[in-house]
């Protein structure tokens, strides 16, 4: 289990603050969710917290250790009990399905005899429905295919710590649903989860605590509640379109 | 106008720090990929079959036909000026010494070199390099130490064979032209040839080895985020590694001549 | 392309081993060619000078390379040493009194080289030993005491040049003795040593015969140069005609019937006559050994002058070969009579 707090975050790109002065906390065992219009720096967040890209100013800090003073071992444990569900699939392109299920188990887990190591890859698929897929290349697959076996690529090692970069985006609606099912059984563990939806339904379901940004700043973090109470104008501005319309804008 | 210069300047000495901090990173990561090695062998044996292998047949063809003109030519005007015998030396000068390190390195920016900054390039934009650090597997470890091995080890191999079938395959294809006795052209080849030869063309064709899996790697790895990017840092990186294996060929030739 | 990558580790390993077999194998051929696996025996010479060695200098013997020079240094007392190796194969041939010789072509290309000469002795020479050269009086001994086995050489030229010396070793011997000889004939004659008169004409006779002989091979040589000794040879002659002459004053003195009273009995005819022979003799021997020095000194032109003649009948070879295939010249051309030697003919005119 993971505590993470960020302090100070600044990254800036290309002269441009991305992110500027940012201090939150995600608890541990609860969902979070990062709500913003588009390009005020979700992904990026998501990405920071995550150890994913390296920050100009700031740091990390999990489980009261900063992430930037942590040994390999440390650091690879960090990595053995947290996944990223990416925004494109970002599946390894030259490596099969079943290569880009193995490669992670093999890392973090040598000593897996191939049988529960082949079982194990079996079942992740299953879970997501494309166990026929098992030997072809990404390309040879559909958006919605590729998201799906990504995810199941970052759960195969059973994270307790998982960020979700808006999984659902740019999926037809078959599959998302079935994602969305998979995404809302994951709220019921004790995983932590850092996500960015899009999708209002998820987000109204999954989120314990949210975070509000605009232009690369930290506008508002609480309890879901708080928040979507809030009574700062950003803040319920933001709430207001994203979250107070009568249809999902996946 | 100095003030652009000097940031020009300065920009140049921080991206030169910057890759030299790169080359010592993968230099890091390879002494440990040679004590652990695992989960990188496969990426290393594909790209030795990719570089080494699938290049053997361009190689081949080339060193043959380079070795074959030598002769040809050699001994059609040699004897001319008394100095028959000079073919030999000629020979090993230009295929074990000069050329055939070079055109080997050529051949593998063009075929390699292009396809790892390509590669990389395309992985960085479609997130997989994200993908890869989220899984706890470091790229560098995975992603450039078996090219770079890969790269290096398949030049220097190339390199042993592009001597072997210029020095003896061309042998055989110059005796429908221009027909010389077996015994004494082994025999004068093999008493010109020195260790010094041998030992400098290995050399060579390590070094380049080194610089084209680098260079390759390291513009595969500056492409940000666009697709666009991936063509221009390709060129960036075949532009940058004529160049550097040029000036480190002058060097090392500058050595040699020192030493011998 | 599927089977490349189903047998990757198969094709990559065989690519591997391939390549470093080829590596290993092009190292051994390598090394036997050069012979980095076997022994060499180390030995030293010296020579008057550095000129024309080099390091790797390949030594031969009969046109074989038998070992090759490791190092030159010049000494305080300014000669040059070197040490060389014979290669194992060869090192029977290194036998007691062996010389090298460093032997320069004089038209620059090729020809030139260390020559190793084995010495006709059986023992062979142990290794760090020193091997005279024939730069020196150690080696030239050996091989006037006819110690050393020297081969006919191949480059005409050369053989001339070298050639030469010991033709005019031999002329400065004979006249040294031929002075000698008529030191103890006037000394005979004057009546200070005793001894047949006849014994010492005769003598004198085979003397001045060996001094023809001699004379006329380094006139085969040097012809040209020789043109200004034509005075001294004909003096020669006529002393020699007179010494040798069937009816002459030896044999008159070598018959039984002639003796010494004959002689004191001839009014001192045969004396007077004698004498002045000898004292012809003497005046010879004095200009003949001013011309041998003179050759000694003017050995480099003899060279160029060979080698002028040389390239002359180069050409004139390639004229005659040209006219020799030219069909409508062929057989045309009267072949080439003997030329009796140019010594020869002028000893047998009179002037």
Known sequence: MYDIYLKDITLIKNERKILADIETHFPVGKTTVIIGPSGCGKSTLLKVAAALIPVDHGNIFVNDKNLRKMNTSGLLDFRKNSSFVFQDAALWANQSVYQNMSLPLRLHFPEMDKDTHDNKIMEMLDLVGYTDSIHLRPAALSNGERKMISLARSLITSPGLIFMDNPLVLVDPSVAKKMRKLILDLHNTEATIIANFSSQELIKQMADYLIVMKDGKLVEAGTAESVQNSTDPVTSAIINSLLNQNQDYI | MLGKLGRWMINHIKALLYGLGFFFQIMKATIGFARKGQVGRKVLTMQILFTGVQALTNISLIAIALGAVIIIQGVGILPQFGQGDLIYPILITIITRELGPMLCAFIIIARSGTAIATEIGSNVVNHEIEAYIAAGIDPISYLAVPRFIGVTISLLLLNLYFNFFGLIGSYFITQFIHPIQAAEYFRKILYNLHPEDIVSSIIKSLVFGVIISVVSIYYGFKVEQSSTEIPQMTIKAVGMSFVLCMLADAFIVLIYYTLY | ?351
């Open chain 3, 1 to 351: 392309m599927k089977f490349q990558i189903r047998f990757a580790d198969q094709i990559v390993g065989l690519f591997i081993i391939l390549a470093v077999m080829s590596i290993v194998f092009i190292l051994i051929m390598m090394g036997i060619n050069q012979r980095w696996f076997a022994k060499d025996y180390k030995y030293t010479s010296s020579f008057k000078t550095g000129n024309g060695l080099s390091v790797g200098m390949p030594i031969k013997l009969k046109g074989f390379q038998i070992g090759s020079v490791d190092k030159i240094n010049l000494l305080e007392d300014n000669t040059v040493e070197i040490n060389f190796h014979i290669f194992d194969t060869y090192i029977e041939k290194v036998r007691k009194n062996s010389v090298l010789e460093l032997s320069v072509s004089p038209i620059g290309i090729g020809g030139g080289g260390m020559l190793f000469h084995p010495g006709k002795a059986t023992d062979i020479i142990p290794e760090l030993t020193f091997i005279p050269s024939t730069d020196f009086d150690e080696g030239k001994e050996l091989i006037a005491k006819e110690l050393v086995n020297i081969p006919p050489r191949d480059d005409t030229i050369l053989n001339i040049i070298n050639d030469i010396s010991p033709l005019l070793r031999s002329v400065d011997s004979t006249l040294k003795s031929l002075d000698e000889l008529l030191i103890s004939a006037n000394a005979t004659i004057e009546g200070d040593m005793e001894g047949p008169v006849g014994d010492i004409i005769e003598e004198v006779a085979v003397m001045v015969t060996m001094l023809n002989n001699t004379l006329s091979s380094a006139m085969i040589a040097a012809n040209e140069i020789l043109t200004n000794t034509y005075g001294i040879t004909s003096n020669l002659e006529i002393t020699t005609a007179g010494l040798t002459d069937t009816k002459g004053l030896v044999t008159h003195l070598l018959d039984p019937k002639g003796s010494i009273a004959t002689l004191l009995d001839d009014d001192d005819e045969l004396y007077k006559e004698l004498f002045s022979i000898v004292a012809e003799i003497a005046k010879t021997t004095e200009e003949l050994s001013a011309f041998v020095k003179y050759i000694n000194n003017t050995q480099p032109q003899i060279s160029e002058l060979l080698e002028g003649s040389r390239e002359a009948l180069v050409k004139g070879k390639d004229v005659l070969e040209g006219l020799s295939n030219n069909p409508l010249l062929r057989g045309g051309i009267t072949g080439v009579t003997e030329q009796p030697t140019t010594f020869m003919s002028y000893g047998e005119e009179e002037f």
